[in-house]
Each structure stands twice: as C-alpha cells, then as structure tokens.
T-cell receptor, first 112, second 112 residues
Framework: QKEVEQDPGPLSVPEGAIVSLNCTYSNSAFQYFMWYRQYSRKGPELLMYTYSSGNKEDGRFTAQVDKSSKYISLFIRDSQPSDSATYLC????????????FGQGTELSVKP | ETGVTQTPRHLVMGMTNKKSLKCEQHLGHNAMYWYKQSAKKPLELMFV???????ENNSVPSRFSPECPNSSHLFLHLHTLQPEDSALYLCASSQESDRGAFFGQGTRLTVV
C-alpha cells in the first residue's frame, strides 16, 4: 500500500466550478500537510500548508485535514482556466529532516 | 534574483558522460534537497542536506553523487547513467523542515 494515495485524474471542469482534490494516507504520524501546484514544465509551487487537523483558507483555496479519517482535501472556488495544472499533496512527520512524501498528483483542466 | 535557481534547464547526455546539475537558493534557508520526478510517479526524495551535512540518502545508486559546499549551493554529479534515469530533477530548500519546501524549476535530463 502506498503511503499517500491521490487520484491522478485527469479532472476536467467548466470555469467557475468548485473543484475538490483529495488525498488519503496510511501513516498516522504525518503532522504537516501541504498542497503544491505544478504547471507544465515548471517546478512545484507551494500553495497551502497546514498543521494537524482543521481548515485553512487562502483566497479561493481551502485546505482541509481530517486526521481521524487520514484524508486531506483542497477546494478551489470559482475555478479559472489559469488553475489548470497538476496538484500534488505532500505530507511529513515531525523532525524527519524535511522528508516530504508526495502523492502522484491530480491533473486538473478548467475549461473556459 | 530570488527563490531557487537550477541550471541547466535541459540536459541530454550519453551513458558514458559525466555532468553536474547546479542549484542555488536565495532564500536564506538551511536545508536543501534533491528530488526525482518521473512520469506518472510521485516525487521521490533522493538526498537531504541540513546545515551542509547530508542527513538522508534514500538508497540512491552511486552514479548520483551530491555535493553541498555551503548552505546556498547544491550540486548533483552524474556519471554512467542509464536511460531509466531520464527524469525531471528538482532541487528544493526550506528553513523549517516541516513547513514545506520551495522548489526550483528543475532540470529535464535525458540519457541516451
């Protein structure tokens, strides 16, 4: 079983839709949870960072962590064509020297 | 210039060649990382340097040799690579190791 599972998609939505991206994980020791956005031919860009359970909002983006279910989500409201990218979830254990475990990434396409 | 800079952006090398990838971070971070990104696979952590000391080596073949001369620079020396080593090689840095890393644009490596 992979430590982090993420549906690779591709996911295609119309402009203005609410997008839900999800990851599940098996290691209950994960405490830090991140979402990255990666455009084609670019490096990953850190979008959101959360610690332990709860919600975090930044503009059109909301990250949720449910540690009891080992499930994290990223919601994108009012999606735009510029949101078309691959979204990667990543997580880490405390004091592990920055060892991030990544999901496979979900390819998102927002159609005008 | 800000952020994490990687050179070259693209590299084609034969299996008998020796080449080096370079990474420079301008963020004042104290940890640097090499990741490998292959198609349809999650990012794989290769090496971690914290305060210029290697703290992790994820069973990477010896044909990959990292070097960290100071906290701002990281190299990946390559020799006698195989075609299956073709991938996007990403450098990243972080200050607080559990709060997410910042990535460079990557070097697209093709081994022929």
């Amino acid at each position: 079983q992979k430590e982090v599972e993420q549906d690779p998609g591709p996911l295609s939505v119309p402009e203005g839709a609410i997008v839900s991206l999800n990851c599940t994980y098996s290691n209950s020791a994960f405490q830090y949870f991140m979402w990255y956005r990666q455009y084609s031919r670019k490096g990953p860009e850190l979008l959101m960072y959360t610690y332990s359970s709860g919600n975090k909002e930044d503009g059109r983006f909301t990250a949720q962590v449910d540690k009891s279910s080992k499930y994290i989500s990223l919601f994108i409201r009012d999606s735009q064509p510029s949101d078309s990218a691959t979204y990667l979830c990543a997580m880490s254990v405390v004091n592990q020297g920055g060892k991030l475990i990544f999901g496979q990434g979900t390819e998102l396409s927002v159609k005008p | 210039e800000t952020g994490v800079t990687q050179t070259p952006r693209h590299l084609v090398m034969g299996m008998t060649n020796k080449k080096s990838l370079k990474c420079e971070q301008h963020l004042g971070h104290n940890a640097m990382y090499w990741y490998k990104q292959s198609a349809k696979k999650p990012l794989e952590l290769m090496f971690v340097y914290s305060l210029e000391e290697r703290v992790e080596n994820n069973s990477v073949p010896s044909r990959f040799s990292p070097e960290c001369p100071n906290s701002s620079h990281l190299f990946l020396h390559l020799h006698t690579l195989q075609p299956e080593d073709s991938a996007l090689y990403l450098c990243a840095s972080s200050q607080e190791s559990d709060r997410g890393a910042f990535f460079g644009q990557g070097t697209r490596l093709t081994v022929v």
